[in-house]
């Protein structure tokens, strides 16, 4: 891949609002599929909002009316702001592109961060992003009152987290020693280029994720560096060391064409 162009939109008081950030992706996106510049990541810091992805149901957006962004990404709901590194890769990747393989670039990059800060991280299966994990089940604290073979949020498909109090609050997933998302990714590729890409929770105030369903995930959590290593982290901390693992791993990796399998023909009487 060629060499990675980093851009700073905004950080602190500079933070970027989120639609024209959107827009400054969208002139980025064209220039790089016009090759008028080389791939590009944007990073910087947002102004609090919720953005919902194509996936989204209504019955993970806010319940008090909070507006959301609807964008055009791949994934569901989350949240942007204060506290979240934010980085939007836009890169140009053989085509038919191979969205898992660039998704799963982002994640190497990430964890690598994450170990950089001490903090150990994973894949979970079948859920994009980077995860701090959790206690095996058996050893989490009972919620309620109850085991964790009564765990609503299991047992009841319309069990709402955000109705229930501060037990079963995402922000709190670190307490109850569950699966705790980390870094989020949600992308979109168009044109053989991509846009979107991460956040990074360094220190944020996590309980903006109580009001949604983060990610549709409804028996999981959120979690950040700043909680995870029991001090405070800023993200002048943390850019150089996101910037040095996303060039390594982007800038050393060899994208190929995803692999088409076509089914055999069948022979007609």
């Known amino acids: 891949m060629s060499e990675l162009r980093y851009v700073h939109l905004g950080f602190g008081e500079e933070s970027v609002e989120y639609r024209e950030a959107w827009q400054e992706q969208r002139r980025v996106h064209a220039a790089r599929f016009a090759d008028e510049l080389p791939d590009t990541c944007l990073l910087l810091e947002h102004q609090s909002v919720y953005t919902a992805g194509r996936r989204t149901a209504d019955s993970e957006r806010p319940l008090d009316g909070t507006p959301v962004v609807d964008v055009d990404r791949g994934g569901k709901i989350t949240w942007h702001g204060p506290g979240q590194l934010v980085g939007y890769p836009i890169l140009k990747l053989p085509r038919p592109v191979d969205v898992i393989a660039h998704v799963r670039r982002l994640e190497d990059a990430l964890i690598r961060v994450a170990a950089e800060f001490g903090v150990e991280t994973s894949r979970v299966e079948g859920r994009s992003g980077v995860w701090v994990l959790g206690d095996p089940v058996e050893e989490r604290p009972a919620l309620g009152g109850l085991t964790l073979d009564f765990d609503p949020r299991l047992q009841d498909d319309e069990f709402d987290p955000r109705l229930n109090g501060p ?43 109580d009001r949604i369903v983060p990610c549709g995930i409804r028996d999981a959590g959120v979690t950040s560096l700043a909680y995870e290593l029991g001090r405070d982290v800023t993200i002048a901390e943390v850019l150089p060391s996101v910037e040095r693992h996303l060039r390594d791993v982007l800038e050393g990796a060899e994208p190929k064409p995803r692999a088409i399998v076509r089914e055999p023909e069948r022979a007609t009487a």
């Open 167 to 209: 037990e079963y609050a995402p922000s709190n997933a670190g307490q109850r020693r569950e699966d705790r998302k980390l870094a989020a990714i949600g992308i979109r590729i168009a044109k053989g280029v991509t846009m979107h890409g991460f956040s990074l929770n360094v220190n944020p105030d996590n309980t903006w994720f």
